[in-house]
């Protein structure tokens, strides 16, 4: 089988907006559910409803990747889990290191979706000598000092960064220097790389911080809704903006999608 230092996904050569890539695991999740339950074929709709995106651009998204599906029929759910998986780089494997085992580390080395989509968790590192050799999710973990080692014999071209923040832009060069061309970073810091290398940042309090945005958007139109024009509260001054605007309303993409954090 193949290495994650043997081909790379032609999803930018071939013009594929990032924004459709980003909800291609969207797409492959609601797909694989429907496949585990035996289902042949499925909708535009119904795979857009499963996506949690409109139809018209599930529809679109799918025209990049030459796929379109049979009037009255719909699209052939198997087909669809390969496309996408090969579009993906799904068909092969990737090797993938974990830096920091700490308890959002150590999580991550136990989640089971890894494997199921493709990845494999070669390697756990942490600069902890006391956690050297201890196992976690059945690997033992390996002391930082041997990490250009690791990437170098296990050909790792993905790294995971749960490490603290302060240490984390140090993790990301070393990671970088011995090969290691994209980063799923979980440390709440913003990491410099070169050009062509990629990073994917997750950051669970900027999440928190969105839906918080979301709730009190809610509260304040149940508020209007109750007090109304006729309640006598009504002062004639035009309404403030929620506070948490600045915070949290800038992450919207230019489509409107907030990509989810996790996978299912």
Same mark, same amino acid.
């Given at each position: ?37 035996? @289902? ?12 949690? @995106? ?34 993906? &780089? ?21 989640? &089971? ?24 999710? =059945? ?16 050909? !790792? ?22 090969? @290691? ?8 810091? !913003?990491?410099? !790389? ?7 940042? @997750? ?32 002062? &004639? ?11 949290? =309303? ?10 989810? !954090?996790?996978?299912?």
């Amino acid at each position: 089988m193949a290495t994650g230092r043997t081909h790379r996904p032609a999803t930018r050569s071939r013009g594929i907006p990032e924004a459709t890539v980003a909800r291609l695991p969207l797409y492959l999740r609601a797909l694989t559910a429907l496949s585990e339950r035996s @289902v042949p074929t499925v909708s535009s709709e119904e795979l857009a409803a499963a996506a949690g @995106v409109n139809s018209a651009k599930l529809r679109k998204d799918f025209s990049y990747l030459g796929s379109y599906g049979t009037r009255g029929v719909g699209y052939d759910v198997e087909y669809l889990v390969y496309q996408i998986s090969r579009e993906l &780089g799904l068909t092969q494997d990737w090797p993938v290191v974990i830096v920091g085992i700490g308890n959002l580390g150590a999580a991550l080395a136990g989640y &089971g979706g890894f494997a199921s989509r493709g990845f494999r968790v070669a390697a756990l590192i942490d600069a902890d000598p006391a956690m050297t050799g201890k196992p976690v999710a =059945g690997i033992p973990v390996q002391h930082s000092d041997d990490l250009e080692k690791i990437i170098n014999e296990d050909g !790792v071209s993905i790294g995971v960064i749960a490490t603290p923040a302060g240490v984390a832009q140090q993790v990301c060069d070393r990671l970088v220097a011995a090969g @290691v061309t994209s980063i799923l970073n979980f440390a709440p810091t !913003v990491l410099s !790389v070169p050009d062509g290398v990629d990073v994917r940042k @997750v950051d669970l309090s900027i999440e928190l911080q969105i839906l918080a945005f979301h709730e009190q958007r809610k509260a304040g139109e149940e508020a209007g809704a109750e007090s109304g024009p006729d309640s006598g509260t009504d002062t &004639g001054a035009p309404a403030a903006p929620p506070a948490a605007r600045t915070a949290g =309303g800038s992450r919207k993409g230019p489509d409107g999608d907030v990509p989810a !954090v996790m996978p299912a």
